[in-house]
T-cell receptor, first 112, second 118 residues
C-alpha cells in the first residue's frame, strides 16, 4: 500500500483558514486520495476524496498537486468543532484488495 | 437513516467470558468492516465483508470471530480475550467494496464499542 506523510500536529485560530498537507510521493495512477477526520470519542468521519482534480464539498476543499505527489485539505474557516485528527489515505481503486488503511494523521488544535 | 449503530457502547469482560459486539446499518451498503483502535493510534483494519461474505481477514487471532447474518448486520464474537485486546472497536460500512459506483463514496463509521478486558 502506498504511504502518506503528514505532520503530527498543527494549530490554527478559530475562523481562520487551515491548510493540512499530505505527501504521497509513491502514489500510483489508480490511487484515490481520501481524507477522514476523527473527533474525540467518535469514529472517523469521511471528509472528501479526489483523484486528479481539485474537489469542493460543504465540509472542505481538496487541492491536488499536478504530479499528484502531494495534496492539501483546506478548511476555509476553522471552528472549535474542527479540532480532530485528520487522516490522509490512499485508497487503491477496485478489486478485493480495496481497503481503507489509516496512517498516523495530523492532530489539529483550534484556538479560540 | 445515514448511520452505523454499534452496541454496546461500553463493555467490560473477563478473559474467560464470551461476548459479542453488534453493528447495524440501513443504508443499503453491501460492504462492512471491523477496525480496532488503541489509544492515540490510528484505526487498524481487522475484517472486511463484501455482500455478506468475508473477503479480507487481516491475520486476526481466532479469538475474534466475525459474522455477517444479513446485509444490515455485522457481529464480532469475542472469546478468551487478553487484556491487550482492550481497545475501541469500530464498525464501518460502504456502498460497495470495489465496484466503480460504490467507490465514489466514503465509509460511514459507527462511534465504536469501548472494550475493556480484565
Amino acid at each position: 500500500d502506498a504511504k502518506t506523510t503528514q505532520p503530527n500536529s498543527m494549530e490554527s485560530n478559530e475562523e481562520e483558514p487551515v491548510h493540512l498537507p499530505c505527501n504521497h510521493s509513491t502514489i500510483s495512477g489508480t490511487d484515490y486520495i481520501h481524507w477522514y477526520r476523527q473527533l474525540p470519542s467518535q469514529g472517523p468521519e469521511y471528509v472528501i476524496h479526489g483523484l486528479t482534480s481539485n474537489v469542493n464539498n460543504r465540509m472542505a476543499s481538496l487541492a491536488i498537486a499536478e504530479d499528484r505527489k502531494s495534496s492539501t485539505l483546506i478548511l476555509h474557516r476553522a471552528t472549535l468543532r474542527d479540532a480532530a485528527v485528520y487522516y490522509c489515505i490512499l485508497r487503491p481503486y477496485g478489486g478485493a484488495t480495496n481497503k481503507l488503511i489509516f496512517g498516523t494523521g495530523t492532530l489539529l488544535a483550534v484556538q479560540p | 437513516d445515514t448511520e452505523v449503530t454499534q452496541t454496546p457502547k461500553h463493555l467490560v469482560m473477563g478473559m474467560t467470558n464470551k461476548k459479542s459486539l453488534k453493528c447495524e446499518q440501513h443504508m443499503g451498503h453491501r460492504a462492512m468492516y471491523w477496525y480496532k483502535q488503541k489509544a492515540k493510534k490510528p484505526p487498524e483494519l481487522m475484517f472486511v465483508y463484501s455482500y455478506e461474505k468475508l473477503s479480507i481477514n487481516e491475520s486476526v487471532p481466532s479469538r475474534f470471530s466475525p459474522e455477517c447474518p444479513n446485509s444490515s448486520l455485522l457481529n464480532l464474537h469475542l472469546h478468551a480475550l487478553q487484556p491487550e485486546d482492550s481497545a475501541l472497536y469500530l464498525c464501518a460500512s460502504s456502498q460497495d467494496q470495489g465496484a466503480p459506483r460504490g467507490f465514489r463514496y466514503g465509509y460511514t463509521f459507527g462511534s465504536g464499542t469501548r472494550l475493556t478486558v480484565v
